[in-house]
């Protein structure tokens, strides 16, 4: 496989990464084909282009991690079979079960080779911008809408604002990552992208992403550093970002006409009571419901008496595995990310200390937000469980077959 086609690969990887922020932008909002189905399509032939030029070594470490995953795939299989709502389960089992493996082995694939992973990286970092700007210009422009029902407003676009946070968050750890890496005039450069980044995702109104673009910042390069024993540059990092965003955010602290316009701002420093104490009565029914083996795949809504709206999940990866698989479920949850995340940051010690910051950086932002807001079904959640674990995989070059003359 020619080093142009594996970048090609990570690059539609990244594409069906964020294909749901990426619907921000209204060119791709109106594409007659539905943009997550094309980069499925790129990213699946870029899969079995990868499988067929290289031999994929697995770590050992990998067993505990893959072998959870493979038991609650099934755990939710046979939890289905006691749900009291079969359409429900069966939406949740075609999320979980499809989509789960496949971006699974997308991010064990696409992170384990080195031309693939940095098409990737790169495509996240434009992806953000891209997004960002467009998000920005569709507010000045009042041609789209941030979050609510979707339909409500036919004339205006609607705009998922966890997910463009979320991809913000991603494109800025990376970028703090080059901050770091270069020096010079290419310093000043990435530094002024990470400066646009950290201003657009004032914007959207995500408040878990917005926080996890801070801690992407600040985490990404700290584990690079210690990761060279720059424990110096390590300290000097963390508090020069501590120091900006501080200060940052007193300035627009005093600033009520500004900080009124940004979204983000606004919800983070005067939050309203409406959205925190409904997520804390989720979460407490969560704990309520879920027993020893659950109520099946998609049963909390029902059980709650709000139907069968995917909306209204616990926005929280653990307590929705404990509520619809029960305490195995949440064993199984535990043994699988808890479990990969150990394995992650073991891993970390035997890679190159760029490959494993990068990685981190953007899984950081993904894995805060599964427990504020994600559900079972995200493919962004499994996708990075992949991309954490392909520290502990080797893609190599297939050796040519000899020519018999």
């Known amino acids: 496989m020619s080093a142009g086609l594996a970048l090609l690969a990570g690059v539609a990887g990244a594409v069906l990464h964020f294909a749901g922020a990426l619907k ?45 995953c493979g038991l609650l795939w099934l755990w939710w299989v046979v939890a289905a079979a006691w749900s009291p709502w079969p359409a429900s389960a069966t939406e949740r089992l075609r999320d979980i079960l499809l989509l789960g493996p496949l971006m699974l082995v997308a991010g064990l694939l696409l992170g384990a080779d080195a031309r693939a992973r940095a098409g990737f990286m790169a495509a996240t970092i434009v992806i953000g911008l891209v997004v960002g700007i467009s998000v920005a210009f569709g507010l000045w422009r009042g041609s789209l809408v941030l979050g609510g029902e979707v339909g409500r407003d036919p004339t205006r676009l609607r705009v998922a604002y966890q997910i463009v946070g979320l991809a913000l968050a991603c494109a800025g750890g ?25 201003a657009l995702a004032l914007l959207p109104g995500g408040r878990a992403a917005f926080l996890a673009l801070l801690v992407s910042v600040a985490a990404g390069p700290v584990l690079l550093f210690l990761l060279q024993g720059r424990f ?35 919800r983070l420093l005067r939050p309203g009571p409406a959205l925190d104490s409904a997520r804390g009565q989720l979460w407490t029914e969560a704990w309520r419901l879920g027993g020893w083996a659950g109520l099946g795949p998609g049963g909390f809504p029902p059980a709650i008496g709000v139907g069968l709206d995917r909306g209204l999940h616990p926005h929280n990866h653990a307590l929705e595995a404990l509520v619809e698989g029960g305490a195995v479920g949440l064993l199984l949850w535990g043994v699988t990310f808890l479990g ?11 890679v190159a200390p760029e490959r494993a910051a990068e990685i981190f950086a953007i899984g950081l932002p993904v894995a805060l937000s599964a427990m504020v807001s994600t559900d079972l079904g995200n493919r962004m959640v499994w996708f990075t469980l992949g991309l954490a674990l392909s520290l502990g995989v080797e893609a ?6 000899p020519r018999h003359v």
């Open 24 to 68: 921000a932008v209204e060119a791709l909002a109106r594409l007659p084909v539905d943009l997550t189905v094309l980069a499925l399509a790129a990213t699946l032939a870029g899969l079995v282009l990868l499988l067929a030029a290289r031999e994929v070594v697995l770590s050992p470490w990998l067993g505990p991690p893959l072998l959870g």
């Open 174 to 198: 990376l970028v703090a990552l080059r901050v770091t890496q270069s020096a010079g005039r290419a310093r000043i450069g990435w530094g002024l992208v990470l400066l646009l980044l950290g």
């Open 232 to 266: 110096g540059a390590a300290a000097l990092w963390l508090g020069a970002v501590g120091v900006a965003g501080g200060a940052g955010l007193a300035a627009l602290w005093v600033l009520p006409a500004l900080s009124d316009q940004l979204a983000t701002l606004e």
């Open 340 to 350: 990969a995340t150990a394995v992650a940051l073991r891993l970390a010690l035997r």
């Open 396 to 401: 190599r070059a297939r050796h040519a077959l």
